[in-house]
Every structure is written in C-alpha cells, then in structure tokens.
C-alpha cells in the first residue's frame, strides 16, 4: 500500500471544500482497497476516515487514520498468508 501527501504546494486546491493537507492518498490492490472500505464501514459517522473514493485503486483518507489503517491492513495480510504445507502428495495413489 502505497500512500502520497495530497497536497502539494505547486498544485492548486481542486476540491475547494478541502484543504491542502486534509488527507493522504492511498494507492493499494482492489481486495486491499475493499478492506480498507469495509474497516470504515464498521465506524460511526463521526470516526469514518475515507475523504473521497477515487477509483477502485485509490483513496482519499484522513491523515490521523493512516497509522490504524496500515496496523489493520498489515494484521488482515498476516492473518491471510498460508505457509507451505508439508508432505503434500504424499499419499497420493499414482498407480
């Protein structure tokens, strides 16, 4: 998960509702992005921490969220990563 600062000195303010340094730009996977949907789902009104979805790879996110959003993400990926199993094959019939 890639995440960039939104604001830039050089660029101007296109959300003028926005400012400059009102979030962090999330770059990630589509299944990550979907994770990262549903942890803000699960909030109340006033804790949600997505700005804006942008396209099924980007999101604006508030900038205090992205330290529990990447803590979420980081334990969600280890609770999804499968070691090797050992032996397999080994009762298989190949006669």
């Known amino acids: 998960m890639a995440k960039k600062n939104s604001s830039n000195g050089h660029e101007k303010n296109k959300n003028k509702d926005l400012p400059p340094s009102a979030g962090i730009l999330l770059s990630c996977d589509v ?8 942890l803000n ?3 109340t009104v006033d804790k949600k921490f997505i700005i ?3 396209d099924a790879t ?5 900038a205090k969220a992205t330290e529990e959003i990447q803590r979420k993400v ?8 499968f070691s090797s199993v050992e032996r397999v094959g080994e009762d298989l019939d190949l006669t």
């Open 74 to 81: 980081n334990a969600w990926m280890d609770e999804n990563v």
């Open 31 to 38: 299944p990550t992005k979907q994770y990262i949907c549903y």
């Open 58 to 62: 980007h999101l604006l996110v508030k």
């Open 41 to 43: 789902r699960l909030k």
């Open 52 to 54: 804006q979805d942008l």
